[in-house]
């Protein structure tokens, strides 16, 4: 080996111990990850317990924060703005939804984010 210490979770990227899981799930919301990190530590021991970084991913991953985007909200929303994205310019879509959409069409930083997230899928 290289001399350092392997992180306890380097052989385990999934979440698969329902045990750790339940516990992660019970600790009170406003609880630092750190102290989850210390929970787990004395409940399972260090060699079972996820690190701090596995414990974040695994909330993140089962408790999406923020709002879904209109674009993901509103199929009809998307299909519009799909169909437009690389024909025409970003103002240019979001000035076409908004005559089409009015209150529910989205901004021009949606319409990026929106292609931002597509623009992978496309080039596959």
Same mark, same amino acid.
Request: proline share 7%; glycine share 6%; aromatic share 8%.
């Given at each position: 080996?290289?001399?350092?210490?392997?992180?306890?979770?380097?052989?385990?990227?999934?979440?698969?111990?329902?045990?750790?899981?339940?516990?992660?799930?019970?600790? !009170?919301? /406003?609880?630092?990850?750190?102290?989850?990190?210390?929970?787990? $530590?004395?409940? =399972?021991?260090? &060699? +079972?317990?996820?690190?701090?970084?596995?414990?974040?991913?695994?909330?993140?991953?089962?408790? !999406?924060? /923020?709002?879904?985007?209109?674009?993901?909200?509103?199929?009809? $929303?998307?299909? =519009?703005?799909? &169909? +437009?994205?690389?024909?025409?310019?970003?103002?240019?879509?979001?000035?076409?939804?908004?005559?089409?959409? /009015?209150?529910?069409?989205?901004?021009?930083?949606?319409?990026?984010?929106?292609?931002?997230?597509?623009?992978?899928?496309?080039?596959?």
């Amino acid at each position: 080996m290289n001399g350092r210490a392997e992180p306890r979770d380097a052989a385990d990227d999934g979440f698969n111990d329902p045990d750790i899981r339940t516990a992660i799930d019970a600790a !009170p919301k /406003g609880m630092p990850y750190s102290d989850v990190e210390a929970m787990l $530590i004395r409940r =399972f021991g260090p &060699d +079972r317990a996820w690190s701090r970084d596995k414990i974040m991913r695994y909330w993140h991953a089962r408790h !999406p924060t /923020g709002r879904v985007s209109k674009t993901d909200a509103d199929p009809e $929303i998307a299909a =519009f703005v799909n &169909d +437009r994205l690389g024909r025409m310019s970003v103002q240019a879509i979001a000035a076409a939804a908004k005559a089409r959409f /009015g209150d529910r069409a989205p901004s021009k930083s949606a319409i990026h984010r929106h292609w931002q997230r597509l623009r992978p899928r496309l080039r596959s």
